[in-house]
């Protein structure tokens, strides 16, 4: 599939700024019309699309619209409030139904929205399914809609947080409680910011609640999984024993030890990667991660006889791979963590209940569970461009990146790649020469801005 031809889905849904360009209403209603169209073909009965969101103020507007295109094409609606994205997954599978929908932008700012569509299966729509909808978007729709006798209902599901909060709970090992843990968490006031801390509650722990004060602009602003320094010194100033942090969706998690270190998703995933194959738990010893994953996550799986598998950035890349080839456990450094026994995505909630589960399992502190290997070096640059395409294309940009990974030799390697969500290139290099390796990214990212 030819991604540049991609109008509206990026790299995890359709994103962007709400209200503006395809998050306009009238934009929205007309993806709803399309995605629900492509629901019902074979089909001889009204579909059902459940619908979750997060907590930004364009939320209403972005459920509104969608809500009334998949009405007027003959969808019925369960509403689900706001739930992080593997709830949305998981719902799909337990009310059988037949499309999901989770209305975020994840970590972006509060200005921002999107919308991801989840299969009957509850995984994320395949890139094919993707563009048939965007095919249809280009389209006039008036004749595909309902007839008045058929539009279809909608109706708000009693309890979903609750029924989510108990799901999560049971993926928990049997037997084991958190009694004795002073727990700091970090809900980005985002969509787990009730979920989150009645599941950790429940199960024993002492829980000391940040960013579960939702406003509707407050998302992802100075905390969460991205923004983790508040955290870190709440971590310890109250002598907790692990902080937890969430994204905006709740599909993602950063951990910080009791002594202020952060623990992102290569050190969670390479942890529970080992502990399930001592316990007999990891189907195959295959770990998946992205291209962007740490070199010392590769070099610790393999000394445990692990083998690391890398696919294209995107947790859906990720689950893709794992389906294709029966792994259970994979990831990204951000914090997607997918394990596939509980959940179709990342869940971050499920993933801190794991790596909480080591600790108590193990008797040891989050500085240890959380540090299995030294990450080498990795610098992360970031480039504001008007057109991605155009630059990285271009002959002087692509010697440019030749000459530097001749430089860099068999030490470290070079992803330049154009942000799925973002107008951003990206630059990562990485090696064992801390100093070679900030001047390689210096000089790229130098490259961009003069073009």
């Known amino acids: 599939m030819n991604k540049s031809k991609r109008q509206f889905f990026g790299t995890d849904g359709i994103r962007g700024r709400a209200n503006q360009g395809k998050l306009t209403p009238a934009s929205l209603v007309k993806i709803a019309q399309a995605a629900a169209i492509v629901c019902r073909q074979k089909r001889s009965t009204q579909p059902t699309v459940v619908i979750g969101k997060d907590t930004r103020l364009s939320s209403y507007m972005v459920e509104s619209a969608l809500a009334s295109g998949f009405l007027s094409a003959g969808m019925r609606v369960t509403y689900l409030g706001p739930v992080p994205t593997p709830a949305v997954s998981m719902f799909i599978r337990s009310l059988r139904a037949d499309l999901g929908v989770m209305i975020s932008a994840s970590h972006n700012p509060p200005e ?31 004749d595909s809609l309902a007839d008045a006798p058929a539009l279809a209902k909608a109706k708000r599901l009693q309890d979903a947080q609750g029924r ?29 910011y009730k979920i989150a801390p009645l599941v950790l509650w429940e199960l024993g722990a002492e829980i000391i609640p940040i960013g579960v004060d939702p406003d509707g602009t407050n998302i992802n602003v100075n905390c969460g999984a991205t923004a983790t320094e508040t955290l870190r010194a709440r971590v310890l100033e109250e002598h907790a024993d692990i902080g937890i942090a969430l994204d905006g969706d709740g599909d993602r998690v950063i951990i910080v030890d009791e002594k202020g270190q952060t623990v992102d998703g290569d050190a969670i995933l390479g942890r529970i990667a080992t502990y399930w194959q001592e316990i007999d738990k990891l189907a195959k010893p295959v770990v998946v991660a992205t291209v962007m994953s740490n070199l010392g996550l590769e070099r610790y799986l393999e000394k445990a006889g692990i083998k690391l598998e890398r696919t294209q950035v995107g947790d859906r890349y990720v689950v893709e791979c794992m389906r294709k080839h029966g792994y259970n ?56 461009v008007q057109n991605a395409n155009d630059v990285l294309a271009s002959i002087s940009f692509q010697e440019a990146i030749k000459k530097e990974e001749r430089l860099l030799g068999d030490n470290g390697r070079i992803l330049v790649r154009k942000s799925g969500t973002e107008p951003l290139i990206r630059i990562m290099v990485e090696g064992d020469n801390r100093d070679l390796i900030s001047e390689i990214g210096q000089r790229l990212a130098q490259k961009i801005e003069k073009a």
């Open 112 to 142: 921002d929205n999107g919308i991801k569509f989840f299969n009957s299966d509850g995984f994320k729509l395949c890139d094919d399914k993707e563009l048939e909808i965007e095919s249809l978007c280009q389209q006039a729709l008036d």
């Open 164 to 192: 989510y909060v108990e799901y999560a709970k049971n993926t928990f090992p049997r037997g084991q409680r958190l009694e004795g843990l002073k727990i700091v968490l970090d809900c980005a006031n985002g969509a787990t």
């Open 329 to 384: 456990l994979g990831g990204e450094q951000s914090g997607h963590v997918v394990l596939s026994d509980y959940a179709t995505t990342g869940d971050g909630i499920i993933s801190a209940l794991q790596f909480l589960a080591i600790m108590c399992r193990k008797k040891q502190p989050a500085s240890v569970v959380g540090h299995p290997f030294t990450p080498v070096p990795q610098i992360l640059t970031n480039v504001r």
